[in-house]
């Protein structure tokens, strides 16, 4: 009887001893080949610095397609893994059916999918969003972005792949404690607010904003450049009036101090609005006085045009019935339809971007790294300027041996130490702040002045992600508001963009031909087993024991 109780509080130590150590040691194992649950050092350092609850609400619930019960697993299982590492995240799956008015006027738009399951298509509605609150601030998470796919299961990998940045990148803006700070450069003849209202107002939700006008170099450049140094990104969307030297050098000394630049640039003077009122125009390059600067930094934009067979449409009167104009969409081959570099967080799984009488960039030798990311298809044509362009060339029959041109860059990364383009040169003022070369910095190039211009519907801005004629759907606004965040994020939280999953997704097709074959297999052949097991069993015990 000692034996058994000694044996027995052994037992009962070593069970008290590993549940100590099962408490106090905390590990969960990735077994996944692509390690898709294995959060990044940028995700784990972000969730450290959340110290009281914050609340995530997904409304992935209820009946949906069974495809998307995948979305609403991989969240699941991707959000646990940030409750893993701190206890303070709150996560909870609602229905959205009961409060579809309410989400859509927080902007949660619902998705509209085509399914096809048992070999029959349908439609469904999902709101495949997430709401973060932390605090007085709270942040939405799209968990089905837009993305340049081939099918509704490369949409849902996308989607998936995805997941890690969404998330990340909202819990980091509400947990931001100082917003970084953006100038709009105003003074040469930039793009007025209200054509920038769909981005500026996107950027707003996340950065500080402020118009900054290089018009106070006439009078006090030194002052001007102390003041734009306060920023940390400049954006110059769509200059038409020249740069003065003094103007150029604050830029230059902007750049040379650390300061980050969107450059969206129009080298010829072409504008859609009054090509549609005249029928015709005359397109002749634009002198922005920025060459010689551009040319330091390692690029230089020309002054020709580009015409691309795969292009956005427009609407063309083609005739009358009675008094009213009927109108088609035609391909306009001057909006080239461009695609991003895939290998690039910028542009990975965007859709494709529309650009507007674009001018193509050349790249030069020097230090400076030279990433592409916006670039045209094989079948395009150069078209140099001055020249006349006419509305109703939208009827000529394509030649397509003329559209032989081959890719074209239309946006580029640059990053590195730029030299000034005033280092050898006589200063148009003096300053103390003057560099020769910057310390580490980067930007971006595009020769498109109109890429970040919306529409106007009834002189309210218009989604700068549609067209307002045609309702194609472009990438332009997720581009630049992705652009914005790659050069001001100095934690690799875009980087995430970049990450890629294996998703294994079921052949529907086969899945359908073959379903009856597996539906035996699977529910009747155990069941013909079993009852076969249970049959020979006690056909065997009772001719073993009736003897």
Do not use: C
Not at 360 to 385: A, E, F
Not at 409 to 431: C, D, M, Q
Not at 485 to 495: H, I, K, M, R
Request: net charge positive; proline share 4%.
């Amino acid at each position: 009887m000692n034996k058994k109780i000694k044996h027995s509080s052994i037992l009962i130590f070593v069970l008290i001893v590993l549940n100590v150590v099962n408490q106090s040691f905390y590990k969960r194992f990735d077994l996944t080949k692509d390690q898709r649950y294995t959060l990044s050092e940028t995700t784990t350092n972000i969730i450290s610095k959340i110290d009281k609850n914050l609340f995530i609400t997904v409304y992935l619930e209820g009946d949906f397609p069974s495809e998307f019960k995948r979305l609403q697993l991989e969240t699941r299982q991707y959000l646990e893994e940030l409750v893993a590492k701190n206890q303070k995240i709150k996560i909870t799956f609602q229905n959205p059916d009961t409060q579809r008015e309410a989400l859509i006027k927080k902007g949660m738009l619902p998705s509209r999918l085509t399914v096809e399951e048992d070999g029959k298509m349908s439609e469904a509605i999902i709101f495949p969003w997430a709401a973060i609150n932390y605090g007085k601030k709270t942040a939405i998470v799209s968990l089905l972005p837009a993305a340049i796919v081939a099918s509704q299961e490369a949409q849902l990998q996308s989607a998936i792949e995805n997941l890690e940045y969404s998330f990340s990148n909202a819990i980091h803006s509400v947990n931001q404690k100082e917003q970084k700070k953006i100038g709009i450069l105003s003074g040469n003849g930039e793009l007025e607010d209200i054509y920038q209202y769909s981005f500026l107002s996107a950027l707003g939700k996340k950065y500080r904003l402020a118009k900054f006008s290089l018009d106070a170099t006439k009078t006090n450049a030194p002052e001007t450049l102390k003041d734009l140094l306060q920023l940390d990104l400049a954006i110059i969307a769509k200059p038409t009036e020249k740069f003065t030297d003094k103007e150029k050098f604050v830029l230059d000394q902007f750049i040379a101090n650390g300061g980050k630049t969107l450059w969206m640039l129009d080298n010829v003077q072409a504008d859609q609005d009054s090509l549609n009122a005249n029928g015709k125009m005359l397109a002749y390059p634009r002198d922005l006085n920025l060459t010689n600067l551009l040319f330091s930094y390692g690029i230089r934009i020309n002054t020709t045009l580009i015409k691309d067979l795969y292009s956005a449409q427009i609407p063309v009167a083609t005739g009358q019935v009675g008094n009213q104009p009927q109108f088609k969409n035609l391909e306009w081959f001057y909006h080239p339809l461009v695609g991003g570099n895939p290998n690039h967080p910028i542009t990975k799984n965007n859709a494709p971007v529309r650009l507007q009488f674009a001018n193509q960039i050349d790249t030069l030798k020097n230090n400076i790294k030279k990433t592409p990311l916006l670039v045209s298809s094989l079948l395009t044509k150069k078209v140099g300027t001055p020249t006349f362009i006419a509305l109703q060339s939208i009827a000529e029959e394509v030649v397509e041996s003329d559209y032989k041109s081959g890719n074209q860059l239309f946006a580029v990364l640059l990053e590195g130490k730029f030299n000034s383009a005033y280092k050898n040169r006589i200063h148009p003022f003096n300053t103390p702040l003057f560099k020769g070369q910057s310390v580490a910095n980067k930007m971006i190039v595009i020769a498109d002045g109109d890429v970040g211009k919306n529409q106007l519907l009834k002189n309210k801005p218009y989604d700068l992600a549609s067209d307002k004629w045609t309702n194609q759907q472009f990438g332009n606004k997720d581009f630049l508001l992705n652009s914005v965040a790659y050069l001001l994020d100095d934690s690799g939280l875009v980087n995430l963009r970049n990450k890629s999953l294996q998703i294994r997704m079921l052949d529907k097709q086969k899945a359908f031909k073959e379903r009856t074959f597996w539906q035996f297999f699977n529910v009747i052949l155990p069941l013909v087993l079993l009852f076969g097991f249970g049959f020979g069993f006690a056909f065997w015990r009772k001719k073993k024991y009736s003897k």
